[in-house]
């Protein structure tokens, strides 16, 4: 597609569900991340992917997340038994690389996620 | 570790009037530096870059440069204009190869321009 797709892009779940977020890059993008957006946070860098394989998962706040990435292209992020602190906005973002090759990020609108 | 640090804000600033938002980094290596931009109701967008020291990104009459002496990458334009009104994110990947390949942002800083 012509960017960076993400859907839901809003999610209302009760405390205590799981809930998933998907994420469909820029096609031929081999580099996937993710991050988080919470009020008065800024971003916070979740997980990437370059491939289907996940050298930095870093960012992730807890057991709780999971992402995977399947065939190079199409990800999934999975929060488990949801709180209300995981309340935010998810961007998933890709590149044709990895940013040392001078490599630019395209971000997504972003998947709205509200627990209650 | 890597961090940017941004000055705090909001801004708000009249029509025409000079824009100069601060930032600053910590990195290892040699990182690259960005600055994002995020419009209302839209996703963020690269508003311009600098891969190396002295280096100048500009966009859209915005300009920053990025000076290895005083770890800044400043953001500036001459004259904003009401469709500036955004938040502004600076970040740097940290160059280096192959492991480590991500953005670090600052908190953003939120611009209105009044009429």
């Known amino acids: 597609g012509a960017g960076v797709s993400q859907s839901p892009s809003n999610k209302v779940t009760e405390k205590g569900k799981d809930v998933e977020l998907r994420c469909d890059p820029i096609?031929?993008?081999?580099?996937l991340y993710w991050y988080r957006q919470s009020l008065g946070q800024g971003l916070e860098f979740l997980i990437y992917f370059q491939g289907n394989s996940a050298p930095d998962k870093s960012g992730l706040p807890s057991d709780r997340f999971s992402a995977e990435r399947t065939g190079g292209s199409v990800s999934t992020l999975t929060i488990q038994r949801t709180q209300q602190e995981d309340s935010a906005v998810y961007l998933c973002a890709s590149s044709l690389g990895l940013l040392d090759s001078g490599n630019t990020i395209y971000f997504g609108e972003g998947s709205w996620l509200t627990v209650v | 570790g890597d961090s940017v640090t941004q000055m705090e804000g909001p801004v708000t600033l009249s029509e025409e009037a000079f824009l100069t938002i601060n930032c600053t980094y910590t990195a290892t290596g040699y990182p690259s530096l960005f600055w994002y931009v995020q419009y209302p109701g839209e996703g963020l967008q690269l508003l311009l870059k600098?891969?190396?020291?002295?280096d100048k990104g500009s966009n859209k009459g915005f300009e920053a440069t990025y000076r290895k002496e005083t770890t800044s990458f400043h953001l500036e334009k001459g004259s904003v204009q009401v469709s500036d009104s955004a938040v502004y994110f600076c970040?740097?990947?940290?160059?280096?190869?192959?492991?480590?390949?991500?953005?670090?942002f600052g908190k953003g800083i939120t611009l209105s321009v009044r009429p």
């Open positions: 600098a891969t190396k020291a002295d």
């Open positions: 096609s031929g993008h081999t580099a």
């Open positions: 970040a740097l990947s940290d160059g280096k190869s192959g492991a480590n390949s991500k953005l670090t």
